[in-house]
C-alpha cells in the first residue's frame, strides 16, 4: 500500500494549485481518503476528504468555498483543487486512508504518503 502526494510548488496569493494522491497496492476508491497539512510548529490539521461509496465530501471551514476534493477512480488518484490560496495555507500537505473516528482527524488515518510542500508568498 502506497500513497504519493505531487503537485505542491511556489505560488502568490490568489493563484491556484491541483495536488494528487495517486494510490498503488489497493483500490483507492473503496476507502475514504483525507488531505491534511502540518506548517512548522503547529499540528498536523485535516484539510478535507471524501468518502467512498456515495462520495460525500467534507472541509475544514479554513479551506471551504476555495478548496475542491475529487475522486478519479480510473487513475486511482484524489485530487485537492486550491484555489485562491493565502499565506496560511502554507505547509506540507499529505494523503491518507481513513480507518476509523472523526474524518478530519489525523488521528483517524493510516498509510501516510511523503507529503508535497505548498508555499504561497509574494
Known amino acids: 500500500v502506497q500513497l504519493v502526494e505531487s503537485g505542491g510548488g511556489l505560488v502568490q496569493p490568489g493563484e491556484s494549485l491541483r495536488l494528487s494522491c495517486a494510490a498503488s497496492?489497493?483500490?483507492?476508491?473503496?476507502?475514504?481518503i483525507g488531505w491534511f497539512r502540518q506548517a512548522p510548529g503547529k499540528e498536523r490539521e485535516g484539510v478535507s476528504c471524501?468518502?467512498?461509496?456515495?462520495?460525500?465530501?467534507y472541509y475544514a471551514d479554513s479551506v471551504k468555498d476555495r478548496f475542491t476534493i475529487s475522486r478519479d477512480n480510473a487513475k486511482n488518484t484524489v485530487y485537492l483543487q486550491m484555489n485562491n490560496l493565502k499565506p496560511e495555507d502554507t505547509a506540507v500537505y499529505y494523503c491518507?486512508?481513513?480507518?476509523?473516528?472523526?474524518?478530519?482527524?489525523?488521528?483517524?488515518?493510516?498509510?501516510w504518503g511523503q507529503g508535497t510542500q505548498v508555499t504561497v508568498s509574494s
Open positions: 491518507a486512508i481513513y480507518y476509523s473516528g472523526g474524518y478530519l482527524e489525523a488521528s483517524g488515518y493510516d498509510y
Open positions: 471524501i468518502t467512498s461509496k456515495n462520495v460525500t465530501t
Open positions: 497496492g489497493f483500490t483507492l476508491n473503496y476507502n475514504v
